[in-house]
């Protein structure tokens, strides 16, 4: 197994994160696993789209809770609807593959 990133202990420990002062900027350090620098990487790129969007990071936006918590059901919603869609998809396409075994041309 790869050695966590630093930070990774901190993983699933939402109050030792809560407690960090946010305002404190961190240094960015690589982690060994690809998946969560992907990830990072998505981040990042959304950070810049929404500051390009509404000329503000979401850190400066001033949202209310309520704010924060509508955005995030939304958001939610349409995740909800994508995994609908790719479920679907994927469905019709096992549901093909079957026809097809059971049925050659």
Excluded at 35 to 63: C, D, M, P
């Amino acid at each position: 197994m790869d050695a966590p990133c630093r930070g990774c202990e901190n993983h699933g420990n939402w109050r030792s994160l809560a407690d960090a002062d946010p305002s404190t900027p961190k240094k960015s350090e690589p982690c060994s696993d690809a998946i969560i620098e992907k990830n990072v990487a998505l981040l990042r790129e959304r950070s810049r789209f929404g500051v390009a969007k509404y000329g503000i990071t979401l850190a400066g936006s001033k949202l209310t809770k309520a704010q924060y918590l509508r955005h995030a059901l939304e958001e939610a919603l349409d995740l909800s609807n994508y995994l609908m869609g790719a479920l679907e998809a994927e469905l019709a396409e096992q549901a093909r593959i079957i026809q097809v075994a059971h049925h050659p041309v």
